[in-house]
């Protein structure tokens, strides 16, 4: 009984390994990786992915959908990219943390959808574009090359981005990631 058992289970690995051998990865003569699926092969390039991944780090323009019930926290005009004219650069809320009638703050349990856009004559770049549950602020690097500075204060921990305007469009940068944090002071200045 055993016996069988172990044969059985070594057919369905050889039966595994041999169909991954023969429809997976293979590595051609030049040391490139291979896959072939259904008869096409691509070849993966190490320099397509470097650039793939410094692609990843820039913010580039792009229609972005803004929301009619968002509310608008802030709006800053300042040369970003050096062209001698003024960018505008906008942070909005969606949903609305107030209430229309009252105006009394109101409290999600959820998250918000925060944007921090800057746009450029016809151009927009979403710089930050996304849910999170805590709140976001910015500031504005005066030195040359100018660059904002971007802190997302999550429930957990916080994260620093820079985004300074390169040729088309913005280079970010992670310049703090805390992941998560235990332990924080409670004290408002």
Known sequence: MFLKWRVRSLRKLFLILFSSCLFGCQIDNNGEFKVDNESHTKNIDKEKITNLKEDVNMVRSFEVETYENAYLLDTVMDDLNGDGR??????SITPSPFDKETGELLFFEDSHLFQLLVKD???????FNDHTDGKLQYWIEQSAP???????????????????????GFEKEVILDTGVTFKRSRIEW
């Not at 003024?86 to 942070?91: A, H, M, Q, R, Y």
């Not at 904002?148 to 994260?159: N, Y």
């Open 86 to 91: 003024d960018e505008e650069i906008t942070l």
């Open 121 to 127: 004559n016809e151009k927009t770049y979403p710089l």
């Open 146 to 168: 100018k660059r904002i500075v971007l802190l997302e204060e999550r429930g957990v921990g916080i994260i620093i981005y820079g985004f300074t305007f390169v040729n088309e």
